[in-house]
């Protein structure tokens, strides 16, 4: 017998989101800031700055699918039937976050620095990939898995603003040139997450172990076979890959800019970096009225079209800073706060949109496979970003060192100028326009999400696959990619176990 439902309250939204005050904040100070520190307060060579970024991130890049096989299939371990196979991670993952302020000494190393990152990057990956599965977990209702993320989302805005107003206390308190501001705020930040993510963990839930059917493997190898073969079949999936797409460039768009914006602020403009703190704060508040928003008229109007609206206000919004400069406009203060209000606004939308529309993968998956991947899916989705992440901050990092960066001085060579200003228009805003060309190929919204859960429910209870009416076959063929009769397991996607049944194929 299948569990009663349990009910989500306001509490559940609330814990639920507070869990991205890791997963916003900590990237958002890190993005923001940590290049910059490394190459100002470190004495790091920029290309060694952004090697530590890309070296980490590419080792993470095992790390994602193989976490989420692993919480897939935690309820195998003792651990897993006690504590949950995604919250046990969570709970894991709380006194790790002592790592943070790690990353925030100065007077060390390469290594060191690399060997922190390393660490804090593998404690974010074992507590997000089970994190972003929970709300697929908690509810299979539309509209409460999307306020779910909407909460996520608004409180992702919240930790933006926490991140991005607290160096700028620090920077008040212990001055701006000052490493220890960078310090305190690590040390601060670290105590937010370590009582977040215990807020998360004693108010959110998973599925009972009698209801998520128990995947075998025979040995280690075939283990690591069945998660990167079933990793790489997620691309097999048309929504999963028009997803990818929106999330890959519209993110890789603001982490490309939120790395080079405290560059573009500093030597471009020639703006003090209390200035920065301060756009960002700003910039993190509108983002939370812009979610909030948006989460309003994604329940309603879909996914496809307010990501395209937001991601053009990101690319209008770095063409104006650019006319800015070029035009030497005076006024510069105000016109500078005016467009980072309106790219606030605009951010807040794509940040919030991939993330939202995740959460209905693996029941398009589910109509294909006839298996419950969630953990897969995080993995596969973070596993793309991570690289994408890594891959940009990289090139941003060879590209400052080709056209002459100089490192720990507070100017820099018209070059190097030039290459910031060319990074903030030819690479956020050319991935910004391939997000929005594969926001326009996303055809899922509430409608064809229900027709895909009338239809599971539907094969569950007994019926036959040739009682689909035309429009459920019309709507699974346009999202999955696979002709309805090819689905609910009639078809080689993913591991296919041998010496285990399994989930059974439907029958005709």
């Not at 952004?50 to 897939?72: E, H, Q």
């Not at 004693?202 to 075939?222: C, G, K």
């Not at 490309?256 to 301060?278: D, K, M, N, Q, W």
């Not at 329940?299 to 209008?316: C, D, E, I, N, Y």
């Amino acid at each position: 017998m299948q569990a009663k439902p349990r009910k989500i309250t306001l509490l559940t939204r609330l814990a639920y989101g507070s869990g991205n005050l890791l997963g916003s904040g900590a990237l958002a100070i890190s993005g923001a800031w940590l290049l910059f520190f490394y190459t100002t307060f470190c004495g790091l060579p920029v290309v060694q700055a952004a090697l530590i970024f890309s070296i980490s991130t590419y080792l993470d890049v095992i790390l994602n699918p193989l976490m989420g096989f692993i919480t897939d299939n935690f309820y195998n371990t003792r651990l897993g039937k006690k504590f949950g196979r995604r919250r046990f991670f969570i709970m894991l993952g709380i006194p790790l976050m002592l790592f943070y302020p790690a990353l925030w000494v100065t007077g060390m190393n390469f290594f060191y620095y690399l060997f922190t990152y390393i660490a804090f990057e593998m404690t974010y990956t074992m507590v997000m990939i089970p994190y972003e599965t929970l709300a697929v977990e908690m509810t299979t209702n539309f509209d409460e898995r999307t306020y779910l993320t909407g909460f996520k989302a608004m409180f992702g805005k919240v930790a933006n603003f926490i991140g991005a107003a607290l160096p700028g206390v620090f920077f008040g308190l212990l001055g701006k040139n000052s490493p220890y501001s960078f310090l305190a705020t690590g040390a601060v930040y670290c105590g937010i997450m370590l009582l977040a993510l215990t807020f998360l963990y004693f108010n959110s839930w998973e599925r009972p172990v009698n209801e998520v059917a128990q995947e075998h493997v025979d040995n280690v190898w075939e283990g690591f076979k069945k998660l990167f073969i079933d990793i790489f079949s997620t691309l097999r999936i048309r929504a999963f890959r028009e997803h990818l797409g929106m999330y890959l460039f519209g993110f890789g768009a603001e982490w490309l800019f939120t790395a080079v914006f405290t560059y573009f602020i500093v030597f471009v403009l020639s703006r003090p970096s209390t200035f920065v703190s301060e756009m960002n704060s700003m910039s993190s508040i509108l983002q939370l009225v812009s979610t909030m928003a948006f989460m309003i008229i994604c329940a309603k109007k879909g996914f496809t079209r307010p990501f395209t609206f937001a991601l053009g206000m990101v690319v209008s919004a770095v063409l104006a800073y650019n006319i800015i400069y070029f035009l030497h406009i005076p006024h510069l203060t105000w016109l500078v706060i005016a467009i980072t209000a309106f790219f606030g606004l605009g951010t807040g939308g794509v940040y919030y949109i991939p993330w939202t529309t995740y959460v209905f993968m693996a029941d398009i998956d589910e109509v294909v496979t006839n298996r419950r991947r969630e953990g897969i899916y995080s993995g596969a989705m973070t596993m793309a970003g991570k690289l994408m992440r890594a891959t940009v901050v990289f090139i941003l990092g060879i590209v400052l060192s080709m056209f002459g960066f100089k490192e720990g001085t507070t100017t820099q060579p018209a070059s190097a100028v030039n290459a910031i200003i060319g990074v903030m228009l030819i690479g956020v805003v050319g991935l910004a326009i391939l997000g929005m060309i594969c926001s326009e190929r996303m055809k899922l919204n509430q409608e064809t999400h229900q027709v895909i859960l009338d239809e599971l429910d539907r094969i569950h209870k007994g019926g036959l696959k040739k009682d689909a009416t035309p429009e459920t076959r019309a709507v699974v063929k346009e999202l999955t990619g696979f002709d309805y009769d090819d689905c609910f397991g009639n078809n080689h996607v993913g591991y296919q176990e041998k010496a285990h049944t399994g989930a059974a194929p439907v029958q005709h």
